[in-house]
C-alpha cells in the first residue's frame, strides 16, 4: 500500500509539474514544485472528501457550521501529510525524486486570513471537528489580502501586502454551482405573493456574487474530511459595459468595484472597532451566502419542515462578527420561505449560538444606525423589530424601568449593537476560559445573564496537538510515542498523564532536555541564516509572542530587560544565566501607541547586544511577521513563555498552552487559562506573579493609584523609566517620552498607567529571579518542563469541541468505513 501510494505521488507530481507548468523538476521553480506535490496530495484526499459528503447526505447528519470571519489555518501541507500518515512515504517520494521536502513546504504561502487567537481557535476547532468525525463547515471569506506581512525597518514596523494567492491555490476547489446572489442597500418594498399574502423584497439593491472556495479539512488518522468553504465575490453581470444606457452603466461600475472590494482584503485590527462600511459589507456578504445555502440545502432535504432545522443545522457565532446571521436567517424564514414571526423567531434562537472572545470595551462591536441601515435596509427592519420585542420582553421582566432597558437594548444611541443581538438571538452564549465566562456573568454581561442564567456556559479553549506538537515538534513526539509506548495520545492528550512518573527520571529528564536543546540550536540556525543572527542555545530562551496590545503587556518584559541591563552595568560581575529574549508581534497599522512599544523593543536590542559589558548574558531579538508558521518554529524551543496580561484582561490566551505543550514553563499572571493551567500543573512548576483580577478591578474602582508613588518609592522602576527618556535609547532624547508620560501622568487623556506595568513590576522581576535560580538547578528545570508537557492534556481542542458538541450543539460524531 505504501510502496502503491509512493509510486502514485511520484506520478502525480511529475504529472501535475507537466500538466500545470509544462517543467519537469530540473527546471521548476520551488513554488511550482510545491503547487504540484499539494494538487497531488489533494488529490489523494478527493476520495474520502467525497465519501464523507456522501455519508454526510444519505444519513441526514446534523451539522455545525462555525461561522468566523478568520481562519488562521497555516500552511496546508505538511498538516495534511500528518494527518494522512504518509509523513514517511511522501519523504521517501520526493527524495526518489530529488526534491528537498523542506524546501516544498517552505515554498508554500502561510495564508494569514485572521489575526490572531481567534482565527487560530477557529482552525484548531477545525482539526479537531474532522479528527473526531463531527460533521462541520468553517464558512467565511476567501481574502485575497491576508494580515499583513511585518518588515522592520529601522526598528520601526512597516506593513505590506500579503497575497497569498500570488502562485495559485492548490486546495480551494471552486464551487460555481452553489454561488449565490447578495444583495446591498436599495428600498423595502412589500409584494403580493402567490399565497396573497405581503412579503417584503428589495428594488433598486446592488449586487454581488458570493462564489464559495471549498477547501478539505482532513481529519488525523480517519477519514473524515470536513469542508471549509470560503466566499468570494465576483461581480453578477459579466456583461458588455458598453450596451448599457448611462444609468445602467454606472451602477455596473459601482457593483464591479463593490464586489473587488469585498473580499479583497482582512481587516487587520484586533483590538478597536473602526465602524468601516466595508466591514458591514464583507460580514453581510460570506453571512447572507452561508445562510441562503444551508436553507436551500435543508429544503431540499426535508421539504418546508424548518420547525426541524436546529435539528440539523447549528451556526456557533465565533465573537460578533458573524451575528448578523440571527437577522439574516430571520429574514430567510419570513420573506423567502413566509413562515410567521414567532415560528421564525424559535427557530431562529434554537439555531444560533455565540461565543465571546473578549472582556476590552472597545472591541464590542456597535454599528451606526446610518450605515447599517443605508446597507442593509431590510436586515435593518428585522432588527428593530427583534429590539422592538425585546425590549417589551424586558419591561415585562424588570417592569418599566427606563434606564435598564436602554441599557440592554439592541439599538439604542443611535447605535446597533451585535453582542446584544447575539444573544437575545440564541440559545447559548459562552466565554473561552473559566475566569472569563465568570467576569461575563458577574460583570460584562451581568444583566443578560439576570435575564437568561440558562445561555450561560464556559468552554475553555484548546489547541489542536496535530500542528502543536505532533508536526512541530517531531522530536518531543517521538520521546513521548516510545515512552508511553504508542501514539495514541495524539487523539487522546489526557494520555500525556502517563508522563508524570518520568519528571523525576534521571535518564528522561536527560532525553527530553536533548530534545529542548536540538530545537534550540535547530532555531538559533534558523536565525542564522534568515537573519545572520546567531543566539547561543545555552541560554534561557524566554519568548513573548502574541499580538502588540497595551494589556498583553510586552512593556512589563522589555522593562524587565531594561532593569536586567540596568543591574548587569552596575554590577558587571552578577551572576545570572544568559537569557534570550524573544519577541514577535504584530501591531494593528493603526495602533501607534503599540507601534511605538516595537521601535522600544528594537532599540533595547540595539543597545543590550552591542554593550561588551553585557557579554552575552542578555540578548534581545524582535523577530519580525509573527505568523503560525513562525510560531511552529518558537513553540518548541521556548524554555520559558512570557504570558503576562495584566489580570482580567486577556480571554484565554492559546498561545499559552502551545508552550506548555513542548515544555517550557509559564510566566504568567491569574489571567485566561493560566488559572487553569495552573490548576493542572502546580504551583510548583509554574512562575505566577502579580495582581489577580479581582484586585486588578478593585484599584481601578477606588481611582486610587498613584504610579508616581511607585516611581519615587522604587528604585529599579525609576531607574528604568529614566533610560526611556535620558538618551541611552534614543539620542534625541523624545522619542519614548511618550511611554513615560503615559506610565506617570496619564497620555492623552488616558488613566496612567492603565494596564498597572508598573504596580505588577517588582512581583514580576522577583517572579523572574526565580526563573534564574530555577533554571540554574539543571534536574529542577527538567522536572518542571516535564510536568507542563505532561499536565497539559486538558488543553487539547478535542476536548474543548467535544464539549461544544455535546453540551451546546447536541451534534454526534459519525464513522465512516
Ligand atoms: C471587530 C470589528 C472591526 C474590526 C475588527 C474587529 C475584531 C477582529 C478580531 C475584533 C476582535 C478580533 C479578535 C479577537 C481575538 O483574537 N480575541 C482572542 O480570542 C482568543 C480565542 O478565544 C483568546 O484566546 C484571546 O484571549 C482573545 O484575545
Not at 55 to 83: C, P, Q, W
Not at 169 to 177: A, F, Y
Not at 294 to 320: C, I, M, P, S, W
Not at 331 to 342: C, M
Request: net charge negative.
Amino acid at each position: 500500500m505504501a510502496g502503491l501510494t509512493k509510486k502514485h505521488i511520484k506520478d502525480g507530481v511529475i504529472e501535475n509539474l507537466r500538466t500545470a507548468y509544462r517543467k519537469t523538476i530540473a527546471s521548476a521553480s520551488n513554488e511550482q514544485i510545491y503547487n504540484a506535490v499539494a494538487m497531488t496530495i489533494k488529490d489523494l484526499v478527493s476520495e474520502n472528501w467525497i465519501k464523507t459528503h456522501e455519508h454526510f447526505e444519505k444519513n441526514d447528519v446534523k451539522t455545525v457550521y462555525y461561522l468566523s470571519m478568520e481562519f488562521l489555518m497555516g500552511r496546508f501541507m505538511g498538516n495534511a501529510i500528518l494527518n494522512l500518515s504518509l509523513t514517511d512515504t511522501v519523504k521517501e517520494a520526493l527524495d526518489e525524486l530529488g526534491i528537498d521536502i523542506n524546501l516544498a513546504e517552505e515554498s508554500e504561502p502561510d495564508p494569514g486570513l485572521g489575526n490572531g487567537g481567534l482565527g487560530r481557535l477557529a482552525a484548531c476547532f477545525l482539526d479537531s471537528l474532522s479528527t473526531m468525525g463531527y460533521p462541520a463547515y468553517g464558512c467565511g471569506i476567501r481574502y485575497h489580502y491576508g494580515i499583513f506581512e511585518q518588515h522592520i525597518e529601522n526598528g520601526y514596523q512597516v506593513e505590506k501586502p500579503d497575497n497569498w494567492l500570488r502562485h495559485g491555490d492548490p486546495w480551494g476547489v471552486r464551487r460555481d454551482e452553489y454561488a449565490r446572489e447578495i444583495k446591498f442597500g436599495g428600498r423595502v418594498i412589500s409584494v403580493k405573493g402567490d399565497d396573497g399574502n405581503f412579503h417584503f423584497d428589495l428594488e433598486n439593491y446592488q449586487s454581488v456574487m458570493a462564489v464559495p472556495f471549498d477547501y478539505p479539512v482532513i481529519g488525523y488518522d480517519t477519514k473524515v474530511v470536513n469542508t471549509l468553504r470560503l466566499w468570494d465575490a465576483e461581480p453578477v453581470n459579466r456583461f458588455d459595459l458598453q450596451s448599457f444606457n448611462q444609468g445602467q452603466y454606472e451602477r455596473a461600475v459601482e457593483e464591479q468595484n463593490l464586489a473587488r472590494n469585498l473580499s479583497s482584503v482582512l481587516y487587520p485590527a484586533d483590538d478597536h472597532v473602526s465602524g468601516k462600511e466595508l466591514r458591514l459589507r464583507q460580514q453581510y456578504f460570506f453571512i447572507s451566502a452561508t445562510v441562503q445555502r444551508v436553507l436551500e440545502q435543508f429544503k431540499e432535504r426535508h421539504g418546508n419542515k424548518f420547525d426541524k432545522l436546529a435539528d440539523y443545522v447549528q451556526f456557533q457565532l465565533n465573537d460578533t462578527h458573524p451575528s448578523l446571521a440571527v437577522a439574516e436567517l430571520m429574514r430567510v424564514l419570513l420573506d423567502v420561505y413566509h413562515l410567521e414571526w414567532d415560528v421564525a423567531w424559535d427557530i431562529t434562537r434554537a439555531t444560533c449560538a455565540y461565543t465571546n472572545h473578549t472582556l476590552l470595551s472597545e472591541a464590542l462591536e456597535k454599528w451606526p444606525v446610518e450605515i447599517f441601515s443605508r446597507l442593509l435596509p431590510r436586515i435593518y427592519m428585522i432588527v428593530e423589530e427583534i429590539n422592538r420585542r425585546f425590549c417589551a420582553h424586558l419591561i415585562e421582566w424588570y417592569g418599566n424601568d427606563p434606564e435598564k432597558i436602554r441599557k440592554m437594548a439592541i439599538c439604542a444611541d443611535g447605535q446597533v449593537r451585535m453582542a446584544h443581538m447575539a444573544i437575545v438571538g440564541g440559545h447559548s452564549v459562552n466565554g473561552v476560559a473559566a475566569i472569563h465566562s465568570q467576569i461575563l456573568k458577574d460583570i460584562e454581561l451581568r444583566d443578560f445573564y439576570e435575564v437568561y442564567p440558562g445561555k450561560f456556559n464556559s468552554k475553555t479553549n484548546g489547541i489542536t496537538p496535530r500542528r502543536w506538537i505532533a508536526k512541530c515538534n517531531p522530536g518531543l513526539s517521538k520521546l513521548i510515542t516510545t515512552t508511553i509506548g504508542n501514539e495514541k495520545w495524539i487523539s487522546d492528550l489526557s494520555q500525556l498523564a502517563k508522563l508524570k512518573p518520568k519528571a523525576t527520571d534521571a535518564a528522561f529528564q536527560t532525553d527530553f532536555m536533548k530534545i529542548k536543546r536540538a530545537n534550540k540550536v535547530d532555531l538559533s540556525n534558523y536565525f542564522r541564516s534568515k537573519y545572520g543572527i546567531g543566539v547561543d542555545p545555552d541560554s534561557i530562551f524566554d519568548i513573548q509572542v502574541k499580538r502588540l496590545h497595551e494589556y498583553k503587556r510586552q512593556l512589563l518584559c522589555i522593562f524587565h530587560v531594561i532593569d536586567m541591563y540596568n543591574t548587569i552595568k552596575m554590577n558587571p560581575n552578577i551572576d545570572v544565566w544568559p537569557r534570550t529574549y524573544i519577541f514577535s508581534a504584530k501591531a494593528a497599522a493603526s495602533y501607534h501607541r503599540a507601534k511605538l512599544i516595537i521601535k522600544l523593543i528594537n532599540s533595547v536590542a540595539d543597545i543590550v547586544n552591542n554593550d561588551p559589558t553585557i557579554d552575552g548574558r542578555i540578548q534581545v531579538l524582535f523577530v519580525p511577521n509573527y505568523c503560525v508558521s513562525l510560531a511552529e518554529k518558537l513553540v518548541p524551543a521556548a524554555d520559558v513563555s512570557e504570558q503576562i496580561s495584566t489580570a482580567g484582561k486577556e480571554a484565554s490566551g492559546t498561545g499559552n498552552m502551545k508552550f506548555m505543550l513542548n515544555g517550557a514553563v509559564t510566566i504568567g499572571t491569574l489571567d485566561g487559562a493560566n488559572v487553569e493551567m495552573l490548576e493542572e500543573v502546580g504551583k510548583d512548576n509554574m512562575f505566577i506573579f502579580g495582581m489577580t483580577a479581582e484586585e486588578v478591578h478593585a484599584l481601578t474602582q477606588s481611582g486610587n493609584y498613584a504610579p508616581w508613588d511607585l516611581y519615587n518609592m522604587d528604585f529599579n522602576i525609576r531607574n528604568v523609566l529614566t533610560t526611556l527618556i535620558n538618551g541611552t535609547l534614543d539620542p534625541n532624547h523624545d522619542l519614548f517620552r511618550e511611554l513615560y508620560d503615559a506610565m506617570l501622568n496619564g497620555y492623552g487623556g488616558a488613566r496612567p498607567d492603565e494596564y498597572y506595568v508598573l504596580q505588577d513590576f517588582a512581583a514580576y522581576k522577583k517572579a523572574q529571579a526565580d526563573v534564574d535560580l530555577a533554571y540554574k538547578d539543571q534536574s529542577r528545570w527538567a522536572r518542571m518542563a516535564i510536568m507542563n508537557t505532561a499536565s497539559s492534556g486538558k488543553f487539547s481542542s478535542d476536548r474543548t469541541i467535544k464539549e461544544y458538541a455535546d453540551e451546546i450543539w447536541k451534534l454526534k460524531p459519525v464513522k465512516i468505513k
